[in-house]
Structures are given as structure tokens and as C-alpha cells.
């Protein structure tokens, strides 16, 4: 795999003496009213007044994200404004995407040095208001820079100092700075494995990750290959692997925080390196994008890696089920019946159903060797959840009420949004079989999110709280607007890390 070069572009320090250092001062302030003049005079005394002169003259309009800058006369030679929009109204993800855009406009200026005056996110009512904005300015300080020559990428680092009029304020600033950038690497370490192309990630180099992740985070790794495969007869997993030049595998990395606790959480995560369709190939219109078909597993790496940076006190088993959806004359075929680790078997419709055939497997395998007291599954399982949700919330589909509010609820907080679809028993008629037990698809488009989650569901027993994410629209993204901008998103790191915490971590 290719030296890892991505990462954030940000790294903060405080400092509480003397003038704050850098080419520009940022200053995040609500817009809405406009803050008091004594909270600007506390800034104004290193920027010649330049801050009063533009909320003089209402640079800002209200909108959160919106800029505003001058040059000063002062010890600082330039001031920016961000705007944190309408008291009232501001909410965490709106500190976000405001210093997401600070972040973007450092880097379009290519400064390499900044100093952030805290006190306007201090006055706001949003908790840890500081650690929020700095958590923007990471995420939108990611590059995918793996494959770029050198004289093509930006400066490697734009360092941040934070200042304050109290030290206080920047004492209690300090601890969740820190969390939330443990927090913003594993997300941008999620989004860089997102963005690896095919002929760099496979599942025997996947495996190799895992490998090296386990050792730089002190997780217990194990890689089942296929002729563990075998044994376990987890034939849906071998089956989608089949026609590919790497064989599939099954990745268990395992965090215990808690080692004298029952209680574990089980994830899975999909992991198909490239997904062509199989037999049931896809159009080649954006077929380039099939390397985002690993996203799930990507997310689950991303949070054992949170978890572990974090030493969160709960204990978490990440399943990555690896393989490459191919087209060759070793690959499976529509028609062909496949005998499940469960002692199902499966009629194949459609080839390129194939994410729920691995998951089945993995989701049998976690509870049969691994007695999970809560299963969660992450995948980019359908096209159809987008259909359904658009790209403002994930799919979200249980068998247990309770779990299924906790992971509204870390969605509400992480603003990465689900939204519940049912799974009554009715959608199984889409999924029964002549020839069969069942079959992976209904052949048809109608609640096919709904259906993917049903066959899922077959492979859960029902004393198993279990919780299935469909990420297939919100893995990725076309609006730069957000904190995490175009391309790989690393959803459910952050949300998955809240329901740790929320449980108890």
C-alpha cells in the first residue's frame, strides 16, 4: 500500500502570553446579534480595531460559514471574521461547518500559520463549542494526497494557535481540542482507505492494514483465510470472492476496554475492495466509484481505531468481511445456490446483490463465536436507501427498539442523521424462493433497502439486539459545502464512537 500522506492539514496549540502569533487571526463571532462591544475590544487591542470596523459596516450577514477579512494596523496582519450565524439558532454541526470554512479559506490562501481567538465560541450555548469548530477545521483539512507528486500537494500543516482573554477559557478548550482530533483522525483514516483505488487495496492488502493498525493501536487481530472459510462453510463470503484474483477473508480485530465485562458490540462491516455487479454487471457510467463499495469496512477500521485512540471503557470487536466482486470464469452466477455458514441456502437473482451474501456469513459468524449482546452491521448496501433518504441520512433497520433509539439519538448529537425503515414481515414474500430457502434479491426495485435489510435479517436471531446501517448515500458526497467536503465522508465513525459513550463507555 502507498505511504499514508493523507491526514488533516491543522494542528492547534495554545498559548496565553503575548501577542497571538501567524499571518492572521481568526475570530469566530455570531452574527446574529452582533456581540458586544467589550468581547471585541478584548480581540481589537491586537488587530488595530479592525474587527469593530467590519461588524461596523455588517461584513457579516448571518449566514454561518460566511467570511470576512481586512488587514489590520495592529501586531496581527490580518483579521478574518467567520460568522457563526444566528445566536439562537446555532447548533454543533453549525460550528462545524464554520470552521470547516475558516479551514478552506487557510488553505486557499496557503498560510501556514494562524491564531484563533476562542471568545466568541465560548459565549455561544453550544457545549465544547471550541472543540466542535477545530473538530470543522480537521475534517476539512483532509486531503487524499497518496498518489499525488510531491510538488502537487499543499503545505503538510497549517498550525493553529489558540488564544483567549482568559486562561480558563483556554485550560477547559485544551482536553476537547485533543479528543476531537484523535477523533478526526480516525475519520480521515476511514475517508483515506475510502479513496484507495483497487490495485492498491484487495483483500489480502486490506488484511495487511488491519495488520498494522493492530499494532500501532494495540488491538488483537485475526485473519481468517479461506481455508478457515471453508471449514466455517461460509459459503456466501467464498462465493462473491471466487472470481477474483485475491481470495475474500474475514478481519476480527478486537478492543477490550473492559476485559471483565460481558457486554461487547459486535460491528461488521462490508467490504467489497471493487464491485463490478459480477455477471449482473454494472453500466460503466461510474463505474470508477466501486472502489467506495468497501466503505462499511473501511468505517469499522476507522472506529477501532477511535475506540482504542480514545481508550473508551467498553469492549468492541470490528468484522470486516473483504472481497472483490469480479467477473471471470471462477465467478459465481445468477442461478447458482449457495449453502450459508447458518445452514441457509441462498438462490442468486442478481450477482451484484452480493454486499448481504458476505454480511449473512459475518453476521452468523459474530454470533456464534463471538456472543455479541449488541450486532451492528455498516454497509454500502443499496441504491435504493439514497432513493428513499436522499443523501441527508443513512438507512437504519432493527429488530430492537431499544438499540434503535440509541443510534437516533448519537445521530441526533453527531448530526450523522438515520432514519428507521421497517422490517415487517410482510417484505419477506420479496425474498422466498422456489429453489431455495430464499434468494438475495427480489429482482426489482421496489422497497429495496427495505429487502436488503430483510434478507439480512435472516441471519439474526432474535434474542440478538441488532441494528442494520444502510451508508450507501451518505458514504460519500458531492457537496463541498460540508465539514468533510467531496468524496469519502467516514460516516458512522463519529456516530458509532456516541453510542459507545452513551452505552456506558
Not at 454543533?92 to 470554512?101: D, S, Y
Not at 445452514?343 to 459474530?366: C, F, H, N, Q
Not at 463465536?369 to 433518504?389: E, F, M, N, Q, Y
Request: charged share 25%; net charge positive.
Amino acid at each position: 500500500m502507498a505511504k499514508n500522506t493523507s491526514g488533516t492539514a491543522f494542528s492547534f496549540t495554545t498559548a496565553e502570553q503575548g501577542a497571538p502569533a501567524g499571518d492572521v487571526l481568526l475570530v469566530p463571532v455570531q452574527a446574529k446579534p452582533q456581540p458586544p462591544m467589550e468581547l471585541v475590544s478584548r480581540v481589537d487591542k491586537f488587530c488595530g480595531g479592525a474587527v469593530a470596523r467590519l461588524m461596523e459596516v455588517k461584513a457579516l450577514r448571518g449566514k454561518v460559514g460566511q467570511l470576512a477579512h481586512s488587514g489590520t494596523t495592529g501586531k496581527c496582519p490580518r483579521v478574518l471574521l467567520i460568522s457563526l450565524g444566528a445566536a439562537d439558532e446555532l447548533r454543533a454541526h453549525q460550528v462545524r461547518q464554520a470552521g470547516a470554512a475558516a479551514a478552506r479559506w487557510l488553505m486557499g490562501e496557503q498560510i501556514e500559520r494562524a491564531a484563533m481567538w476562542i471568545d466568541g465560541l465560548v459565549a455561544t450555548r453550544v457545549a465544547d463549542a471550541t472543540a466542535e469548530f477545530a473538530l470543522g477545521m480537521a475534517l476539512a483539512g483532509y486531503r487524499f494526497l497518496n498518489h499525488k507528486t510531491p510538488e502537487e500537494r499543499p503545505p503538510a500543516k497549517v498550525r493553529v494557535e489558540l488564544r483567549a482573554s482568559q486562561g480558563a477559557y483556554l485550560r477547559r478548550a485544551q482536553a476537547g481540542v485533543r479528543d476531537v482530533l484523535k477523533m478526526a483522525d480516525a475519520v480521515n483514516y476511514t475517508r483515506r482507505l475510502g479513496h484507495e483505488p483497487a490495485n492498491v487495496i484487495n483483500p489480502a492488502t486490506l488484511a495487511t492494514e488491519a495488520r498494522r493498525l493492530a499494532r500501532e493501536s494495540k488491538l488483537k487481530c485475526t485473519v481468517l483465510n479461506t481455508p478457515r472459510l471453508k471449514q466455517l462453510g461460509m459459503g456466501g463470503l467464498l462465493a462473491v470472492g471466487q472470481g477474483a484474483q485475491q481470495p475474500a477473508c474475514l478481519i476480527q480485530l478486537e478492543y477490550r476496554g473492559t476485559p471483565r465485562a460481558r457486554a461487547t458490540t459486535v460491528l461488521v462491516g462490508k467490504a467489497i475492495t471493487f464491485d463490478t455487479g459480477g455477471y449482473s454487471i454494472k453500466p460503466s457510467s461510474g463505474l470508477e466509484e466501486m472502489k467506495f463499495d468497501k466503505c462499511g469496512g473501511m468505517t469499522v477500521l476507522g472506529i477501532m481505531k477511535a475506540v482504542a485512540s480514545l481508550k473508551l471503557k467498553c469492549n468492541v470487536v470490528g468484522l470486516i468481511a473483504a472481497a472483490e466482486n469480479a467477473v471471470s470464469e471462477k465467478a459465481y452466477k445468477p442461478g447458482d445456490i449457495i449453502d450459508m455458514m447458518s445452514g441457509k441456502t441462498v438462490e442468486v437473482i442478481s450477482t451484484d446483490a452480493e454486499g448481504r451474501l458476505v454480511l449473512a456469513d459475518a453476521l452468523w459468524y459474530a454470533q456464534r463465536k463471538l456472543r455479541p449482546t449488541t450486532l451492528i452491521d455498516l454497509a454500502t448496501l443499496t441504491g435504493g436507501v439514497g432513493v428513499a433518504l436522499g443523501s441527508q441520512a443513512a438507512g437504519l433497520m432493527s429488530n430492537d427498539d431499544a438499540l434503535a433509539s440509541d443510534l437516533g439519538e448519537a445521530g441526533r448529537v453527531t448530526h450523522e442523521r438515520l432514519w428507521r425503515l421497517p422490517l415487517w414481515d410482510d417484505y419477506r414474500e420479496s425474498i422466498k424462493s422456489t429453489e431455495a430457502d430464499i434468494k438475495n434479491s427480489a429482482g426489482k426495485r421496489a422497497a429495496h433497502a427495505i429487502v436488503g435489510g430483510m434478507f439480512l435479517k435472516e441471519f439474526v436471531e432474535a434474542d440478538t439486539p441488532w441494528a442494520h446501517l444502510d451508508i450507501a448515500s451518505v458514504a460519500t458526497n458531492e457537496n463541498n459545502g460540508l465539514p468533510t467536503g467531496k468524496g469519502a465522508t467516514g460516516f458512522g465513525v463519529r456516530l458509532i464512537v456516541e453510542l459507545l459513550r452513551q452505552r456506558g463507555a
